[in-house]
């Protein structure tokens, strides 16, 4: 795109250019991927590395912040998940692929591989992939050094046939064998090596890796019994009980030797600091704490993410400089990506308010706010549509809200309704920035509702945890609440609506036309679960009836086992033949999360009862419409089909 290439010649744009427009744009404006992803700022703050579009391509830059481009890797078929760091010359780069199951239980995966680029040489590896005992998909990235001067990362990984105690590029030595679980590694980012950092067990849940190399704690979650519990070498730190692993080893603390612990187990998130004896602080009191903060160098503790968008940090200094940094842009969504140790220099993400997402480097010590790229620069600020917060109160009294985004240039009376519910369902929400899809149905004259029903994060474990048991009960009745709400406020025609979602929220699309009655004009369900006792039989066939995840759906949905009597009466394919309202399902072929059997089945049970169904299957898409063709050929046919069944004039 123009400032992308713009600031690969070196002309460092100050400001969005402006971009006029008599109609809205086309809808692949907004279902392409965006133009710029995952910027990342290296630690001395000299240079740059993001995905980014050049010429209809898609590359892995790294370049100096005067434009020079040190390394671009084409990424045009790669499914990157994240870019870091780790010094100066080095990077890793995390990307998954779909892949069938190395057992008999499930059909397909999403693995992850890690990829070490060294920006000097221009040249790039993927972790593990040259020693044939091991697969080279990691099972977690756990920490990044420069170590005396060497680039090393710490990755939890099984081998095909065992344990290797070395390897190096072109060769293995000194191996012997047991399966079952990971290891945590040492891999020399520069040669390859591969060394065994520590052994793991089949409990363990985690470790915490210090800036020398050596493991600081480790973590065991033992699903029998539902027992976290924290070590460091052989000394008990930590134990929590919970039917869900809602206990997480988070890192490095506040100073060596310390390591911070997430425990969801009670009724509100705490961030424990626990020392090497045993000793706990509680971090961050009544915060709404979404992230922690560790230095990229000394891995230690510096503060936390609050709200997705504010800042926390110990060191008065950066708090200063974190809030300098955020000030100009306080009516946006934003999310601070990376800064420098120091906080001297920071790359921020903004949307909202007349911005389709940009990002932005902010220098504090020059005082410059420079924009580096837009991330859907088709998309006028003028053709944004305007976003805020709502708030409403369920039909029990219980204090909700969610994002309204209206058609631009608009009154906000008696509107047609897409009501779009977000997936997980526990522990997501939705903010006020610019979400891609709400915005082309905006674009298009309706306006667009996203609740945050009960079970959904970033408003307190109390709400969180009120969504338990209420899978297919009180959080549809919440959404209908919020609809209801729209309604009385005269910004909506209730008469005029249709439910879209993926995943939870396409089970919400299925649900809102059979389970519940007289609300929706159509539906459109993207990778939903239509049977729910076989969505929990498919997830035991894959963890085992005692693993975490299962426990985590079964206490969701309310139940003890898969086979419920109950999960009949709110799963769609059983109701298919009450359903009042046309259907459209869209699924990835390849989607590992929800398997394509949920859709085909509700598509059959539809024919079946002679009600209105179609069904859209994208070849090579997983559960997140990770590929740009998909994303566009989704949104067309959802947009169609709301269209057709709810005209917005």
Known sequence: MRRFLLALIGLFAMSTAPVLAASAPPLEAYGRLPAIEYVSLSPSGGRLLSVGEVNGKRYLIARTLTGQVLVATP????????VEWVDEDHALVTVSATTRSFGDAVDRMEAFLIIAVNIPRGTAFILFDHD??????????????????????????TPREGKVLGSHLGGTTNS????????????????????????????????????????????????????????????????????????????????????????????????????????????????????????????????????????????????????????????????????????????????????????????????????????YPAVAPEQVGPVKMVSYRASDGLELDGVLTLPPGREAKGLPLVLLPH???????????????????????????????????????????????????????????GVADLAIRGVID??????????????????????????????????????????????????????ASVKFWREAMGVNMAGAPSLAAISPVTLAARADAPLLL?????????????????????KAAGKPVELLITDGEDHWLSHEASRVATLKAAVAFVEKHNPPN
């Open 75 to 82: 990424v045009d078929n790669s499914k990157v998940r994240s």
């Open 132 to 157: 044939p005992k091991f697969i080279p998909f990691s099972e977690g990235l756990l920490a990044a050094y420069s170590i005396d001067g060497h680039p090393y990362a710490f990755v939890a990984n």
């Open 176 to 375: 012997y064998y047991q399966r079952g679980y990971p290891d945590l590694w040492k891999i020399d980012l520069d040669t390859g090596l591969i060394e065994l950092a520590a052994h793991g067990t089949n409990t363990i849940s985690g470790w915490a890796v210090a800036p020398d190399g050596q493991v600081a704690a480790h973590a065991l979650f033992d699903s029998r019994t539902s027992t976290w519990t924290l070590f460091h070498g052989q000394t008990l730190l930590m134990k929590s009980q919970s039917p869900r692993l809602l206990t997480r080893l988070s890192g490095l603390g506040r100073t060596p030797g310390a390591v911070v612990v997430i425990d969801q187990s009670g009724d509100e998130q705490r961030q424990l600091e626990i020392g090497a004896d045993g000793q706990s602080t509680a971090l961050f009191e009544h915060e709404n704490v979404t992230g922690l903060v560790h230095d990229r160098q000394t891995g230690l503790l510096t503060g936390a993410i609050v709200d997705e968008s504010r800042f926390k940090f110990f060191n008065p200094l950066q708090q200063a400089r974190a809030d300098a940094a955020v000030k100009p842009f306080s009516e946006r969504l934003i999310t601070m990506n990376s800064t420098t140790p120091s906080v001297d220099k920071v790359v921020l993400h903004t949307s909202g308010a007349g911005d389709s997402g940009a990002y932005w480097l902010i220098d504090l010590t020059s005082h410059r706010a420079d924009i580096i790229d837009n991330d």
């Open 423 to 481: 997936g997980g369902p526990i522990g997501i929400r939705d903010q006020p920035g610019f979400d891609w899809m709400a915005q082309a149905f905006a674009s298009r004259g309706y306006a667009v509702f996203q609740p945050n029903y009960r079970g959904s994060g970033g408003h307190g474990a109390e709400l969180e945890q009120a969504g338990f048991g209420e899978f297919g009960r009180k959080m549809l009745s919440d959404m209908a609440d």
């Open 494 to 547: 209730p008469r005029r609506a249709c439910i879209v979602g993926f995943s939870y929220g396409g089970y919400a699309a299925m649900a809102g036309i059979t389970v519940q009655h007289g609300l929706y004009r159509c539906a459109v369900s993207g990778s939903g679960l239509s049977d729910l006792n076989g969505y929990i039989q498919w997830d035991e066939n894959i963890h085992g009836r005692g693993g």
């Open 586 to 606: 869209i699924h990835g072929r390849d989607d590992s999360v929800v398997p394509l059997e949920q859709s085909e089945r509700m598509q059959r049970a539809m």
